[in-house]
């Protein structure tokens, strides 16, 4: 089987291909393709990846390109994990906003939007010559931010596409260490959008374990999910890491004033990272990788693949769907973030104990924001930005969607054909 990585130059790349080398038995991968525009980066990941191959004994080779036609022809499965703008991109999404006292983040709030005005449009036509070149059945897994606006494009236009986040698998995989169990063992109630999601039960062989974890682990889940204890122990629900940008809004804002830009963090990173990815005796995958991010994104992302390609029963993956009535107070076309049964067909979501109003509400605002971004990205428009801005939880008065709206324009103006005029 031959896969594609499209963002392949990503220092986290060798993340994925680690998780391959350790599931030789049950993904039948012979040849990886990394597709970059970034000659320099891919060829150093694309380097340092085959060592990790060679190294664990898996024979599948890697290729490097920057012609997306010939990375993906002939795959059957296709990994979007590009990043348009750059670090340099996302240091403004996660800096604009402060002006008007809002949360800087480069997957939701203003900073999100812009991520999303920049990404849709690239995805989309990368996906479109996807589909020309592999054709029809290859399935396109969406790991680009923000990945459920991002696929909710790719669907709507009729792509075989799945979206995938790190964040389930990442507490899966602590809720299994902290009960004593394999974290496969667990089976997680997932509910809500992605980067807007609540673990509302940990089920055990049918036995939900999340009162026990709430019980005897509290303070270390409140310490990883950055909610005080009380709310956890009152709405017995473990929310992803990124609801403290909704809870504890102006909090995080005072912080991020203070702090220096997640984007200069990584960027130093990454270069650290290429520099030892240069290192023609390094063979194995360094410390220094965890800082980058996206933990346990390799053990995603290849069971995801292999649930898609394989032909085998379905699995269970916690994946960006097509609601399709999972939800009833949401659109059947919202994409939502969930448990779902994934085989060569696709996924379906697993039905789910009715969501409560607490969460709800919360997950139905940010839907209509997703649409009027969606729309947005599509079709262009200064407007249009400030109208879905005015509709995010996380920004909701006029004043600051217009200003915000503004400076997002003309900050992204390169990335954006339309405000160019």
Same mark, same amino acid.
């Given at each position: 089987?031959?896969?594609?990585?499209?963002?392949?130059?990503?220092?986290?790349?060798?993340?994925?291909?680690?998780?391959?080398? @350790?599931?030789?038995?049950?993904?039948?991968?012979?040849?990886?393709?990394?597709?970059?525009?970034?000659?320099?980066?891919?060829?150093?990941?694309?380097?340092?990846?085959?060592?990790?191959?060679?190294?664990?004994?898996?024979?599948? #080779?890697?290729?490097?390109?920057?012609?997306?036609?010939?990375?993906?022809?002939?795959?059957?499965?296709?990994?979007?994990?590009?990043?348009?703008?750059?670090?340099?991109?996302?240091?403004?999404?996660?800096?604009?906003?402060?002006?008007?006292?809002?949360?800087?983040?480069?997957?939701?709030?203003?900073?999100?939007?812009?991520? $999303?005005?920049?990404?849709?449009?690239?995805?989309?036509?990368?996906?479109?010559?996807?589909?020309?070149?592999? /054709?029809?059945?290859?399935?396109?897994?969406?790991?680009?931010?923000?990945?459920?606006?991002?696929?909710? $494009?790719?669907?709507?236009?009729?792509?075989?596409?799945? /979206?995938?986040?790190?964040?389930?698998?990442?507490?899966?995989?602590?809720?299994? #260490?902290?009960?004593?169990?394999?974290?496969?063992?667990?089976?997680?109630?997932?509910?809500?959008?992605?980067?807007?999601?609540?673990?509302? @039960?940990?089920?055990?062989? /049918?036995?939900? #374990?999340?009162?026990?974890?709430?019980?005897?682990?509290?303070?270390?889940?409140?310490?990883?999910?950055?909610?005080?204890?009380?709310?956890?122990?009152?709405?017995?629900?473990?929310? =992803?890491?990124?609801?403290?940008?909704?809870?504890?809004?102006?909090?995080?804002?005072?912080?991020?004033?203070?702090?220096?830009?997640?984007?200069?963090?990584?960027?130093?990173?990454?270069?650290?990272?290429?520099?030892?990815?240069?290192?023609?005796?390094?063979?194995?995958?360094?410390? =220094?990788?965890?800082?980058?991010? @996206?933990?346990?994104?390799?053990?995603?992302?290849?069971?995801?693949?292999?649930?898609?390609?394989?032909?085998?029963? !379905?699995?269970?993956?916690?994946?960006?769907?097509?609601?399709?009535?999972?939800?009833?107070?949401?659109?059947?076309?919202?994409?939502?973030?969930?448990?779902?049964?994934?085989? =060569?067909?696709?996924?379906?979501?697993?039905?789910?104990?009715?969501?409560?109003?607490?969460?709800?509400?919360?997950?139905?605002?940010?839907?209509?924001?997703?649409?009027?971004?969606?729309?947005?990205?599509?079709?262009?428009?200064?407007?249009?930005? !400030?109208?879905?801005?005015?509709?995010?939880?996380?920004? @909701?008065?006029?004043?600051?969607?217009?200003?915000?709206?503004?400076?997002?324009?003309?900050?992204?103006?390169?990335?954006?054909?339309?405000?160019?005029?």
């Amino acid at each position: 089987m031959k896969l594609a990585v499209v963002g392949g130059g990503s220092t986290y790349t060798p993340e994925l291909i680690d998780g391959i080398a @350790g599931r030789r038995s049950t993904l039948d991968v012979d040849e990886i393709v990394l597709v970059d525009p970034d000659t320099y980066r891919v060829e150093a990941v694309g380097g340092f990846s085959q060592r990790l191959l060679d190294h664990a004994g898996h024979p599948a #080779r890697i290729k490097t390109t920057q012609s997306l036609e010939e990375g993906v022809d002939g795959a059957s499965a296709v990994l979007i994990q590009l990043r348009v703008g750059g670090q340099r991109a996302r240091r403004s999404d996660e800096t604009f906003p402060h002006a008007c006292g809002c949360v800087g983040q480069e997957t939701t709030g203003a900073g999100g939007l812009a991520k $999303a005005l920049r990404t849709v449009p690239v995805v989309l036509d990368i996906a479109d010559r996807v589909r020309k070149i592999a /054709g029809d059945d290859t399935w396109i897994v969406n790991f680009t931010n923000p990945v459920g606006i991002v696929t909710r $494009a790719l669907l709507n236009e009729g792509h075989r596409a799945v /979206g995938l986040c790190n964040v389930a698998i990442n507490l899966q995989r602590q809720f299994g #260490r902290l009960l004593g169990v394999g974290a496969d063992d667990v089976k997680l109630v997932h509910t809500g959008l992605n980067h807007l999601s609540w673990e509302r @039960g940990a089920l055990v062989d /049918g036995v939900d #374990r999340l009162p026990e974890l709430l019980e005897n682990h509290l303070d270390y889940l409140s310490n990883e999910v950055s909610v005080p204890e009380k709310w956890l122990r009152r709405m017995n629900v473990v929310p =992803s890491y990124y609801l403290k940008y909704f809870y504890a809004h102006d909090e995080q804002v005072t912080k991020q004033r203070t702090e220096r830009p997640r984007a200069d963090v990584v960027s130093d990173v990454e270069e650290e990272l290429l520099k030892i990815y240069l290192d023609p005796d390094q063979n194995t995958k360094p410390e =220094s990788l965890e800082k980058r991010g @996206g933990a346990y994104y390799s053990e995603a992302a290849v069971q995801l693949v292999h649930a898609l390609t394989a032909g085998g029963p !379905a699995e269970e993956h916690v994946v960006n769907v097509r609601n399709d009535g999972t939800f009833p107070f949401l659109p059947d076309d919202a994409v939502i973030e969930a448990r779902s049964t994934v085989d =060569s067909q696709g996924a379906t979501p697993i039905p789910q104990p009715p969501v409560e109003q607490r969460f709800a509400g919360l997950i139905a605002a940010t839907t209509s924001y997703e649409f009027l971004a969606l729309e947005a990205a599509l079709k262009g428009g200064r407007d249009r930005v !400030a109208d879905a801005l005015l509709a995010h939880p996380l920004v @909701g008065q006029y004043s600051k969607a217009d200003t915000l709206a503004d400076s997002l324009v003309q900050i992204n103006r390169e990335y954006l054909p339309w405000a160019r005029g």
